[in-house]
């Protein structure tokens, strides 16, 4: 299994970007997919989170400004982020919590391998 992760960039405080993140292999389902995000000199966090049902999820800090969407049937989130601040500069990382395949038995959580995010002021 791998996660894809693209669109991070530079924009100015204000501004917009919207991350996507495939993920491909022997998937059957996929619990929830997640957005973390983690900026220099701290801990990693979660920002967004979305269920196989379309059940949202967000960190107090974005609501009302970042949107979470995802396409069962392509594997993919999307995480549409808008009114970017400095603060929410990060390289952001998707998550594929307990993903089950035709290959294994069980559950297992994978991850892309991050996009960063600048804003400047």
């Known amino acids: 299994v791998q996660l894809q992760a693209s669109g991070g960039g530079l924009v100015q405080a204000g501004g917009s970007l919207r991350l996507s993140c495939a993920a491909s292999?022997?998937?059957?389902?996929?619990?929830?997919m997640n957005w973390y995000r983690q900026a220099p000199g701290k801990q990693r966090e979660l920002v967004a989170s979305?269920?196989?049902?379309?059940?949202?999820d967000y960190v107090e800090s974005v609501k009302g400004r970042f949107t979470i969407s995802r396409d069962n049937a392509r594997k993919t989130v999307y995480l549409e982020m808008n009114s970017l601040r400095p603060e929410d500069t990060a390289v952001y990382y998707c998550?594929?919590?307990?993903?089950?395949?035709?290959?294994?038995?069980?559950?297992?959580?994978?991850w892309g391998q991050g996009t960063l995010v600048t804003v400047s002021s």
């Open positions: 998550n594929a919590a307990g993903t089950r395949g035709r290959d294994w038995f069980g559950s297992r959580d994978y």
């Open positions: 292999g022997s998937i059957v389902s996929i619990a929830a």
């Open positions: 979305i269920t196989s049902r379309g059940i949202v």
